[in-house]
C-alpha cells in the first residue's frame, strides 16, 4: 500500500515560518517548541509575537530523523493548504513497517509489551529541517515563553 500524506492543521495558531525549532527529549517523549505570531494581527497582515510558544509532545517516542531540506521534495503534498501550524501524518509508512519488525525482529518480547501502543509517523517541520518521529501520539500546546528557551534562540 501506498505511504500517504495527511495534514493535520492546530486552529487558531501561527507558527513562525522563519524560526527554527527547538527539541528537547526526556525519556521516551519528546517536545518540540517554536515561535508563534498572533493569529488575529496576521490576518490583518501586522506581525506581532503570539505570546506563547506552541510545542508538539509526541508521546512514546520509538525512532526520529532529522533532515535538512534538499532541492529534492522529501514530504511531496500536492493539495494546497492554507494551514499556518500544522504537521503531517503518513500513513502505510514504510519507515513505520521497517522499524517495527526489526524491533520485533531483534526483540521478540518487545512486541507483547508494546501492544497497548499504536505507533503512528509523524512529520513536524521547520525553517530549513524536516522532523520526522515514530511514535504513539502527538499533543499540541501553548506553553509559557520561558527564559532559558529564548535565551537559546536570541543568536538564531
Known sequence: MKAEIIIRPIDQ?????????????I???LFYYFKCWDYQFML?????DAGFLGCFTIENML???HT???????YPVETEHDCKCYYYEITH???LR????????????????????????FVLENAKYWVEV????????????????MQLWKHF
Open 44 to 48: 490583518d497582515g501586522k506581525v506581532q
Open 27 to 29: 525519556r521516551d517523549e
Open 134 to 149: 515514530i511514535g504513539s501520539n502527538l499533543v499540541f500546546e501553548k506553553r509559557k515563553k520561558d527564559r532559558q528557551r
Open 13 to 25: 495558531v501561527w507558527q513562525d515560518p522563519q524560526s527554527f525549532c527547538m527539541t528537547e527529549f
Open 68 to 74: 535538512r531540506f534538499t532541492k529534492q521534495t522529501t
Open 98 to 121: 521497517d522499524t517495527l519488525a526489526n524491533r520485533t525482529q531483534h526483540d521478540p518480547d518487545w512486541a507483547d509489551a508494546n501492544q497497548q501502543h499504536s505507533y503512528r509517523h
Open 63 to 65: 525512532a526520529i530523523r
Open 93 to 95: 509508512s514504510p519507515w
